[in-house]
């Protein structure tokens, strides 16, 4: 049973640029959250994802984006990327109705 | 704003000692608790869990308390090994919406570190 698949792993991206990371949920699992980790910190909540739309959001910019597809995956975009965006990002994935979060490893996002 | 946070940084034991790590959240709104163990390069694994009306909980080697009088939680680790040292975060969160649970609410994390 396959757990939460985050892709890439690793990315390089300059100033001003725009990146999109990927995240499969643990199987069975319908919600997506998403969180930023910056070095030496506790994950930050960025958003979560259900019936493909955002179901609550936290203290982010508008350059932070999101998607849900049928199949329950998610991506995260964020625009205008500034040096301090630099950090890992964590998808997690639940049920609706339950309280079991599964995170990924997280995909290690370094701007330049 | 609603914050969770923890006593202490660091913590440095021996094997075979008993852990205890304590960490303070301030949303008395808070009903459900998750202590995670995060390995370098590597998200967040789940311990234990505990829900705002039970004050003590026992997993296999673990056990967490919860004290709302205080807003105080602890992770009990007994008999720690190597294997343990790892940076570990409690987080808590409430039901959004009346019957699920929505963001996770994390505090800065403890370094635990186990020497042989």
């Known amino acids: 049973d396959a757990g939460v698949t985050q892709s890439p792993t690793h990315l390089i991206k300059t100033r001003g640029q725009q990146v999109t990371l990927r995240c499969s949920p643990k199987?069975?699992?319908?919600?997506v959250s998403w969180y930023q980790q910056a070095l030496g910190q506790g994950p930050q909540f960025i958003f979560q994802y259900y019936e493909e739309e955002e179901r609550q959001r936290g203290n982010f910019p508008d350059r932070f984006s999101g998607h849900q597809f049928p199949n329950y995956s998610s991506e995260l975009n964020v625009n205008a990327l500034l040096l301090g965006d630099s950090a890992l990002y964590l998808c997690?994935?639940?049920?609706?109705?339950?309280?079991?979060?599964?995170f990924g490893s997280g995909t290690r996002l370094t701007v330049v | 704003g609603e914050s969770v946070g923890l006593h202490l940084p660091t913590l440095s034991v021996q094997e075979g000692d008993n852990s205890i790590i304590n960490c303070a959240y301030s949303?008395?709104?808070?009903?459900?608790f998750i202590w995670y163990k995060q390995e370098s390069g590597k998200g967040p694994q789940f311990i234990i869990d505990?829900?705002?009306?039970?004050d003590k909980r026992q997993g296999q080697r673990v056990t967490v308390l919860l004290n709302k009088t205080v807003k105080h939680l602890s992770l009990q680790i007994a008999a720690t090994q190597p294997g343990d040292s790892a940076v570990y975060f409690c987080a808590e969160t409430s039901g959004a919406g009346g019957t699920s649970y929505g963001k996770l609410t994390f505090g800065q994390g403890t370094i635990l570190t186990v020497h042989p």
């Open positions: 199987s069975g699992h319908d919600t």
């Open positions: 505990i829900r705002s009306n039970m």
């Open positions: 949303n008395s709104a808070s009903d459900y």
């Open positions: 997690a994935s639940s049920l609706i109705q339950g309280t079991g979060y599964t």
